[in-house]
């Protein structure tokens, strides 16, 4: 018997929308008080009409068996644990059926149990909370199946948070925490687009391209001179320069270019779930018609003001960067920062739901700028494609 509390948390918004269906876990439904109240008054009667002490007898089972079960309830309690078991990943619209599974070490039998967890999208921001109505036979385990739908694709993580352990009327409950969670994909639904993307440089070339804005540890070619500042590379001083000086001067290097065409998702906390989700089906549908066509690019990402980039070295490896960049967090992650990155592309096409002003200084002068905004079209030096969430597939088409 699974049911469901859904909350969206909306990240432009601070509205929660809350729906509950059939089954709450709170303490004591009507129907419950009820039928215990009449076994009392039953049991009452009895007792006052029948001399025997058995009437005496029942009157006090019923009377204290709630908060017997319930003090026995409370000693399973560490001797619960939970698991669910999941798809791998799924498709928007979907209806995926997973299983949890209660496991219960101790002596006593709870008969009724409710598992409280949530389903977090990683990507937009929302959440959907389950309860789950199952038992917890002695030394034994319990499976049951529910299902689910998600509406937008992202990294859905489920976490079960605690457990209401309740007496065998349903009167009264005991809580206790649980820690499990479990990850599942939902993956972009991509449609058809084609890029046609000229690049100032060749990768082809048999002679390393140079940039001539930025430089790193590369001994071929000097960029620039700086003085040397606690942490820079000792090999990189310029002793003659140093000593005539007379303090440590350190020598920049031209950089080559190892990738001319750089795809980057910058994710932002205030815009819809609805954008969020067009963010990623357009990224993800122009990362796929990318590579197909055999253009070497890099996928870049910006998640909670931390840069991730990831090589796209062919057709299957796109797929595994995507699903990196629905993720929250990923573990492989880049330590340089913009001034260093974006400079070292000749071309680069940002996707976002704001302009991105910041980074404005730092962009090639041939870059795209896709803007999946409803506020007024944002002003700035990169050529802009502003679009609504509802009519993604046809400007990209």
């Known amino acids: 018997n699974c049911t469901f509390r859904s909350e969206k948390h909306m ?12 089954y709450s876990a709170k303490n004591g439904s009507l129907a ?81 149990v409710t598992v409280l967890f949530s389903v977090y999208n990683q990507l937009t921001g929302e959440t ?35 457990a209401q352990l309740y007496d065998w009327f349903g009167l009264f409950s005991a809580n206790t925490p649980l820690a499990y969670s479990k990850t599942m994909m939902i993956l972009p639904e991509t449609f058809a ?24 540890e590369d001994p071929a070619e000097i960029y620039a001179f700086r003085e040397y500042t606690s942490g820079d590379p000792v090999r990189m001083i310029h002793w003659k320069l140093s000593a005539k000086r ?52 890099m996928i870049g990402w910006e998640d909670s003001a931390v840069l991730y980039f990831e090589p796209i070295l062919s057709e299957r490896s796109v797929f595994s960067a995507i699903s990196l960049a629905m993720r929250h967090g990923p573990q492989k992650e880049s330590k340089t920062t913009a001034e260093t990155v974006f400079t070292t592309y000749a071309k680069v096409l940002w996707f976002s739901g704001t302009y991105p002003f910041d980074y404005e200084p730092f962009l090639p002068k041939d870059s795209t700028v896709f803007l999946c ?7 700035g030096s990169c050529f802009t494609i502003q679009f609504n969430p509802d009519e993604t597939k046809e400007i990209f088409r």
């Open 32 to 112: 419950s008080w009820l039928f215990w109240i009449c076994l009392l008054l039953i049991s009452g009667i009895v007792a006052l009409f029948v001399s025997s002490s058995i009437g005496k007898a029942a009157f006090l089972f019923f009377l204290l068996l709630p908060f017997v079960s319930l003090l026995l309830c409370k000693a399973v309690k560490r001797h619960l644990a939970v698991s669910i078991a999941l798809p791998v990943s799924s498709s928007k619209g979907i209806s995926v059926t997973g299983t949890i599974t209660l496991s219960n070490t101790g002596t006593v039998y709870c008969r009724k």
């Open 246 to 297: 007379g303090v440590p001067i350190l020598k920049e290097i031209s950089r080559p270019i190892s990738r001319t065409l750089l795809l980057f998702w910058k994710k932002v906390p205030n815009i819809t779930a609805e954008a969020t989700d067009a963010l990623a089906e357009s990224f993800s549908s122009s990362a796929i018609s990318l590579a197909a066509q055999g253009i070497p690019f």
């Open 373 to 379: 905004s409803t506020t007024t079209q944002a002003t």
């Open 193 to 216: 687009t084609e890029f046609l993307v000229s690049l100032p440089y060749s990768e082809q070339s048999s002679e390393e391209n140079k940039n001539q804005q930025k430089g790193v």
């Open 11 to 22: 990240i432009a918004t601070t509205e929660t929308k809350t729906v509950r269906h059939a």
């Open 128 to 162: 959907t909370h389950y309860d789950v109505l199952l038992s917890a036979p002695s030394h034994g385990s319990v499976t049951t199946s529910f299902s689910f739908k998600s509406s937008r694709c992202g990294m859905l993580e489920f976490s079960a948070s605690r």
